[in-house]
């Protein structure tokens, strides 16, 4: 799969080998990101209020629903490299959060524990965030789109 490789010119907006430019996608990702980060707020603090699926069925659906949106926006774009820094961080919080699914006396906190890992993979700094693994370097940027 090309999304676990790196490639050259590879940046967190466009790539120009993989990555596509969608009219709008800057906005896009902003909109469904403030959507899934609202969701999540609302989800977690139902959980930490005993909240059950019927009554955060709605959080529920936004906050996947905007994840997933989210996940397939990065990667049309060519923004997400599961084999650098943000994609591994977007792997751990998954795996967080099928662990929480899997073991559900300790879902708030393994969703604590993912939405502190998703903080920390958006706000890490560049070098970390595109650090490749793979190539044990930081990605070529290209301009944003």
Avoid: C
């Amino acid at each position: 799969m090309i999304f676990f490789m790196d490639v050259p010119g590879q940046n967190h907006h466009k790539n120009s080998e993989t990555g596509r430019h969608i009219p709008g996608g800057r906005a896009v990702q902003v909109v469904l990101r403030s959507l899934h980060i609202v969701a999540m707020a609302l989800l977690l603090g139902g959980l930490a209020r005993g909240g059950t699926f019927d009554t955060l069925r709605t959080p529920i659906f936004l906050t996947l629903s905007s994840g997933v949106l989210l996940l397939l926006v990065d990667l049309v774009r060519g923004g997400l490299v599961f084999s650098q820094g943000s994609g591994v961080a977007t792997l751990f919080k998954l795996v967080l959060l099928g662990l929480g699914n899997l073991i559900p006396t300790l879902r708030l906190q393994f969703y604590l524990a993912a939405t502190f890992v998703a903080s920390v993979g958006s706000h890490m700094p560049g070098n970390w965030r595109h650090f490749s693994l793979v190539t044990r370097k930081v990605a070529e940027k290209q301009g944003k789109t």
